[in-house]
Every structure is written in structure tokens, then in C-alpha cells.
């Protein structure tokens, strides 16, 4: 049994907004005597937009109906009608996400609230979005080490690491295209407030004030500098992360993992491989620094100590669809605190646990590692959208869990989910073997009653990091739908 079905992709960025339309074939893979289960099998796109400014009102306010009106000029140009659309995705990123009325804005193009997923992504979300839409997370499952991907827009470098396909850090810096606009003459119309703390005290490189002109030879320093402090923070250069301070965005990371390759995407890693602007005119011919800095990156890709490379998807590296995987729980898999579902657009994190420890007490530090650092990195991510529960935990682990075991797990997980931020959430499990009935049972045991803790957990379910997932209302005797939503990039 097979069924097509159509998903849309909506991205707003600092600079640009991008759409595009697929149609996705879901395959039915579960067999006649099991709960149905349904997988994305085959995707086809059908439309893409041009990429176009994203319409603002002065510095603070995303124009709202300006977007809606050119998003439903697209339908019109793609055939579409809205009432066709059954799933999609509108992901608003970079300094858009910051604006007074990004809300408002998510609102109004999720018309289908229920169906779409709807992310307004703070820094290590568009970091995590554009490292899987640019290829790099593929790669990391590709070879040995870690792979990490610049997502280089209009106004921040956001950097994503990969380990085995898995997160593992991100980092967010304030170097992008448009952190310094000008004309074709020279005059600069503005400039970042970060770059001018970290420009000052700086000998050989000039950063003029707005309304004063500046040269190409100067552009192209500051450019080189900016680039060459990029490259060596990312590969968690001690000295270039102290010196970069006031390019952080958020607070200043002490460590980041060495990558074997290093990724660049966004609009400035589309302009890579194009040929280097020879003037100030050729320079602005977007009205800002993006095709300089791309160029000197490109430059000093070349003799760089770790690889440098433009990414597969570049300009279209963040979200572009939602696919749907359906299937059922039932009650012998899954235990819920009653009156809580249906929970709907929830993100997943993935935890591998590690293979059991022979020594219980070594076990116990194993899986209590794992856990926090999972826990601690969901927080990071979508903890910001202020959504209840943030995120859905999956537990991953090879073989027989024993009821031991799953004491420790329990453990963990209680200590992890003890911060200020998760203290009163709902606690969402996914859990890929068949536990779920006992952990929710085992959890309420611990946490003690009347318990705070609001919990649902499930098993037999395998979502990826990154999806999103629907749980409804029971049917059929305490059978729950359940429903993963895949974004799904070009590419």
C-alpha cells in the first residue's frame, strides 16, 4: 500500500527567504498482522522558489504580510492550493528569528498548524538544520572523525560538529555578509557592533565608522582576518578562541572538538566558488562584504591545515519539507500520565546508551555521561522555544536491558532532567526496545507521589536526531497514533 503526499518547505533568513514544494511517497512496512507503520520511501521535487530578500520593516520587525503575499504568489506560480498542502516545514532562522513579531510571522504561514512543523531556530538549531541539509552529518557517517559545517549567512557563522551522524558541539560566531553593508563607492551604510569591539584593538586591520568610505585593500584584510579567525576557531584554536571573544554569540566555548573537514555553507559558502571580486564596486554588488569573504575563504581553504570545502547544498543547506512516518502503540509498549496527550511538533534528541559495563558502579557513571551530555545538548537547542516538553529523548541501546539496568537508566535520567530549565516539563521517552512500559512505571516509583513529573514514554519507535514527533489522543482500546516527521533537505 503506498500513498504520495505533499510537504512544503519555508526558510527565513537573515538575508533571504527560500520555498519549495515535494511530493513524498510513504510506503506501508509494517506486515499484515502488526500495528501499521508507514515510511517516506521516495521524494520528488516539484517547485522551487527563487531566493528573495526577506522583507523587513526597519532593524526590529519582519513585514508580515509582505511574506505572506509573496509566499502566496508562489502557490499560485506552483499550482498549489493551501488546502492541498498535508505537511511541511517553516523554519525561521538567523537575526529573522529575533525580530519582534517572528511569532506572529510563524503563526501566519502555518495554516495548517497541526501538520506543519514550525521552528523559530536560535543559533545551535539552524546550526544542527543546516549541518544535516549540507551533507555534512551524511558524512560524518561516511568516515572516522568529525566533520563540522559553517553555516555562513548574513549575520552569523553558525557551526554544527558531527560525530558518527550524531551532534556532538556547535558554536555560533557574529562573521557573515551582511555585517557590513555598503554602495558600490566605497561609502559604508553600517557596521556590526561586534566587529567594531573586535576590530579595535587591532593594528592592521581598519574598521571605519557608517557613513565614511572605505578601500578595497581594507575590506579585503578585514576579510582575511575574519576568515582566518573563523577557520582556526572552529578547529578549537586556544589562542584564536580567546582572541575571537567578542565574535561569540551567546557565551564563549573554552573547547571545541578538532574536525577532519571542515564544511562551509549558507549564502557566503554558495559564493566560494565563484570568481573573487577585484574591486570595492564587484565587492558590493549585493551591498555588503558577502562575495569578499566567501573569496578569501576560498583562498584560505587552500593551504589550510584541516580540509576546506564548499559544501554539496549550499545556499539551500536549512530546511526545505517535512516528510510524515505514521504508525501505532499500543498500551503494552508505552505508559502516559493520563490527560497529557496529545503532545504535538515535539523535537527528537537521540541518546546512545553504552554497551553494559561489567562493574554496576562503572555502568552506572557510563550511563549517567550519556544521558546528561544528551540532556544538556536538547536544553541547548530547543529549550529557547519555551515549548512543554522541549524535546523527546530516544534511548538507544544495543541488546537485553535487565532490571538492574534499567534502576541505573531511571537514575540518570532523574538526575539529568533535575535542572532549573526541565524541572517541570513533561519528560517525553522514546525507546527503541521493548522497556517503555517499564521505565514510565519505574520512573514513577523513584520520583514518589504526588509526583510533579509529568511523563510519556514509548517504544518499538526509531526516530532520527532532528525529527519531530506527533503523539495523539488513545484509540482502539489504549492504542496510540504516533507520528515522526522527517525534515527533509535537498540533496
Not at 503526499?5 to 515535494?22: A, C, E, F, Q
Not at 558590493?284 to 589550510?304: C, K, N, T, V, Y
Not at 529549550?383 to 522541549?390: F, L, N, R, S, T
Request: aromatic fraction near 6%; charge should be negative.
Amino acid at each position: 500500500m503506498e500513498e504520495w503526499i505533499t510537504s512544503v518547505g519555508i526558510d527565513l533568513g537573515t538575508s533571504t527567504t527560500k520555498w519549495m514544494l515535494s511530493r513524498l511517497k510513504l510506503m506501508r512496512t509494517s506486515g499484515g498482522f502488526a500495528l501499521p507503520k508507514y515510511e517516506i520511501t521516495e521524494r520528488v521535487i516539484e517547485y522551487v522558489s527563487p531566493i528573495y530578500t526577506t522583507p523587513l520593516l526597519g532593524e526590529d520587525e519582519i513585514d508580515v504580510p509582505t511574506v505572506v503575499s509573496l509566499l502566496e504568489e508562489e502557490y499560485i506560480r506552483a499550482g498549489l492550493l493551501p488546502e492541498r498542502v498535508q505537511t511541511g516545514a517553516v523554519i525561521i532562522t538567523g537575526e529573522t528569528a529575533t525580530k519582534s513579531n517572528a511569532e506572529e510571522l510563524a503563526h501566519a504561514l502555518a495554516r495548517h498548524a497541526g501538520q506543519f512543523v514550525v521552528a523559530t531556530a536560535g543559533a545551535d538549531l539552524e546550526a544542527l538544520l543546516a549541518g544535516k541539509g549540507s551533507g555534512a552529518q551524511r558524512r560524518s557517517l561516511e568516515r572516522e572523525g568529525v566533520i563540522a559545517n559553517v553555516d555562513i549567512g548574513g549575520g552569523t557563522a553558525n557551526t554544527a560538529y558531527f560525530c558518527r551522524g550524531s551532534l556532538v558541539a556547535t558554536a555560533t560566531f557574529h562573521i557573515g555578509g551582511r555585517l557590513i553593508r555598503l554602495e558600490e563607492s566605497g561609502r559604508l551604510l553600517y557596521t556590526a557592533p561586534a566587529l567594531r569591539k573586535w576590530t579595535s584593538g587591532m593594528a592592521n586591520v581598519l574598521l571605519p565608522e557608517a557613513g565614511s568610505y572605505t578601500s578595497f585593500e581594507e575590506l579585503r584584510e578585514l576579510c582575511r582576518a575574519m576568515s582566518d579567525t573563523l577557520l582556526r576557531c572552529v578547529c578549537g584554536e586556544h589562542s584564536a578562541l580567546v582572541w575571537a571573544e567578542p565574535l561569540f554569540v551567546g557565551r564563549p566555548t573554552e573547547t571545541l572538538p578538532l574536525p577532519e573537514e571542515i564544511w562551509i555553507s549558507g549564502g557566503v559558502g554558495g559564493l566560494m566558488e565563484e570568481p573573487p571580486p577585484a574591486s570595492i564596486a564587484e565587492t558590493a554588488r549585493h551591498g555588503d562584504i558577502g562575495p569578499l569573504l566567501a573569496s578569501l575563504l576560498a583562498e584560505l581553504a587552500l593551504s589550510f591545515a584541516v580540509p576546506v570545502r564548499a559544501a554539496e547544498q549550499s545556499a539551500r543547506a536549512t530546511a526545505i519539507g517535512a516528510g510524515t512516518q505514521t504508525t501505532e502503540v499500543s498500551g503494552a509498549t508505552m505508559y502516559y500520565s493520563p490527560g497529557l496527550l496529545p503532545l504535538r511538533n515535539i523535537p527528537v534528541v537521540v541518546c546512545e546508551l553504552p554497551n553494559e559495563a561489567a562493574d554496576a558502579g562503572e555502568d552506572a557513571r557510563f550511563l549517567l555521561d550519556a544521558v546528561t551530555r544528551a540532556v544538556a545538548r536538547g536544553t541547548a537547542v530547543y529549550a529557547e522555544a519555551g515549548c512543554d516538553p522541549p524535546f523527546s529523548l530516544c534511548l538507544r541501546s544495543a541488546g537485553y536491558c535487565s532490571y538492574r539496568r534499567l534502576q541505573r537508566i531511571v537514575d540518570a535520567l532523574i538526575s539529568a532532567y533535575g535542572s532549573a530549565e526541565l524541572r517541570d516539563t513533561v519528560m517525553l521517552l522514546v525507546c527503541e526496545s521493548d522497556m517503555a512500559k517499564s521505565l514510565g512505571y519505574m520512573l514513577l516509583g523513584k520520583l514518589g507521589e504526588p509526583q510533579r513529573r509529568k511523563l510519556v514514554c514509548l517504544d518499538q519507535l526509531c526516530p532520527q536526531e532532528g525529527d519531530y514527533i506527533d503523539v495523539g489522543e488513545p484509540i482502539k482500546e489504549d492504542v496510540v497514533p504516533v507520528v515522526i516527521k522527517s525534515l527533509v533537505f535537498s540533496g
